[in-house]
C-alpha cells in the first residue's frame, strides 16, 4: 500500500475483521492452571503484556526511523501470525466451550451500569485518540520524532508501576470509592500535558499518567466485575471495549485534524477534559455501580486482574 486512500481501505478490512483474542484468551487461563495458580498466571500475564507495551513502541519506532522503515509493519504482521497461529494450535483453545448465560437474566445492554459505563469509555476512548495522534504530530512538528518511542516507553513503565500498586490496595478499599479516587487524580495529573514540549517534560507527565492510570484500570475492572449481569464475564467488556474503541478512532481522527490545522496543544489538551468528565460522569452515576461499594471477593479480584493483562495487549 503506497496511498492514503489504499492504507485506509486495509486498515478498515484489518480492524473490522480482527478476531476479539484478548477476550478469548482470558477464560482459558482457568483450564491451563489449577485454581492456586490462577492469580500468579494472571499476574505474569500482565506482566508480559505490559512489557510489551513499553518495548514494542521502542522497537517499531526505530525501525519505522530506519534505512528500511517498511520493516516496521512486517515484523507486526509477522508477530501478529506467530501468535494466532500458536493460539489456534493449542488443544486448549480448540476444545474450549463458551460460558452458559443465566436463564431470564437481564439482557446486558438494558443494564444501567453498563450503559453509563459504556457512555463512560465514549469520552475516554475520544481523549485516547486525540492523545494517541497529537503527542507524534508534535513531535513530527518540531523535528523530534525519535523521541516519540520514548515518551510512550515512559507511560508504559509507569502504567505497569501503577497498575501493581493498584493491585496492592485493591482489597483494602471498595471498588468504587478506590476507582473514584484515583479517577479523580488521574484528571488532576492529566492538565499539564498541554503545556508540555515533547521531551522529558512530556515524558514525566506522561509517566504520572500513566502510573495514575495503571491503578484506575484495577479499580474499574474490579467495579465492572462487582455490577456486570451473571453470565456476561466476557460480552460485558467486550461491548465496553467496542464503544471505547470507536471513539477513540474518531478522536484519533479529529486530533489528526486539530494537530494539522490548528495546534498539537489543543490536541493534548482534549485528553484531560474528556477524562474529568469521564470523572463527573463515574461521579453522577455512582447509584447505578452501587454493588462495588463492597470489598472485592476472591473471584472478582482474581477476574479484574484477568481483564488488566488483557486490557495491556
Known amino acids: 500500500m503506497d496511498t492514503a486512500r489504499s492504507i485506509l481501505i486495509a486498515a478498515f478490512i484489518l480492524g473490522i475483521t480482527a478476531p476479539p483474542i484478548n477476550l478469548s484468551v482470558r477464560p482459558l487461563w482457568k483450564d491451563i492452571v489449577p485454581p492456586t495458580y490462577l492469580r500468579t498466571a494472571y499476574a505474569f500475564d500482565s506482566s508480559m503484556m505490559s512489557s510489551t507495551t513499553v518495548l514494542g513502541p521502542v522497537i517499531v519506532t526505530s525501525l519505522a526511523l530506519s534505512s528500511r522503515p517498511y520493516l516496521a509493519l512486517n515484523v507486526v504482521a509477522g508477530l501478529m501470525l506467530t501468535g494466532g497461529v500458536a493460539l489456534a494450535m ?54 523530534v520524532p525519535h523521541l516519540v518511542a520514548w515518551i510512550f516507553a515512559s507511560f508504559g513503565v509507569a502504567t505497569v508501576i501503577g497498575g501493581l500498586l493498584g493491585g496492592l490496595v485493591s482489597k483494602k478499599l471498595a471498588p468504587l470509592l478506590a476507582l473514584r479516587r484515583a479517577y479523580l487524580l488521574w484528571s488532576i495529573a492529566c492538565f499539564p500535558i498541554a503545556f508540555t514540549y515533547p521531551d522529558w517534560t512530556m515524558a514525566l507527565v506522561g509517566a504520572s499518567i500513566g502510573f495514575l492510570g495503571g491503578a484506575v484500570q484495577v479499580f474499574y475492572f474490579e467495579v465492572l466485575e462487582a455490577v456486570r449481569p451473571k453470565g456476561s464475564q466476557t460480552s460485558s467488556l467486550g461491548w465496553i471495549w467496542s464503544v471505547e474503541g470507536s471513539f477513540m478512532a474518531v478522536g484519533a481522527a ?11 496543544r489543543i490536541g493534548l489538551a482534549m ?16 447509584g447505578r455501580l452501587s454493588a462495588a461499594n463492597d470489598l472485592p471477593t476472591d473471584d472478582e479480584d482474581l477476574a479484574a486482574m484477568a481483564d488488566l493483562s488483557d486490557r495491556n495487549t
Open 90 to 143: 493449542t488443544s486448549v483453545s480448540r476444545n474450549w466451550i463458551p460460558e452458559k448465560k443465566v436463564k431470564g437474566q437481564e439482557r446486558l445492554l438494558k443494564n444501567r451500569a453498563i450503559q453509563m459505563l459504556m457512555f463512560e469509555g465514549c469520552f475516554i476512548g475520544f481523549g485516547w485518540g486525540v492523545f494517541d495522534v497529537a503527542v507524534p504530530a508534535f513531535a513530527t512538528q518540531e523535528n
Open 254 to 264: 479529529v486530533g489528526g485534524v486539530v494537530s494539522e490545522h490548528l495546534s498539537p
Open 271 to 286: 485528553l484531560p477534559i474528556m477524562i474529568f468528565i469521564g470523572y463527573i460522569i463515574l461521579t453522577i452515576g455512582k
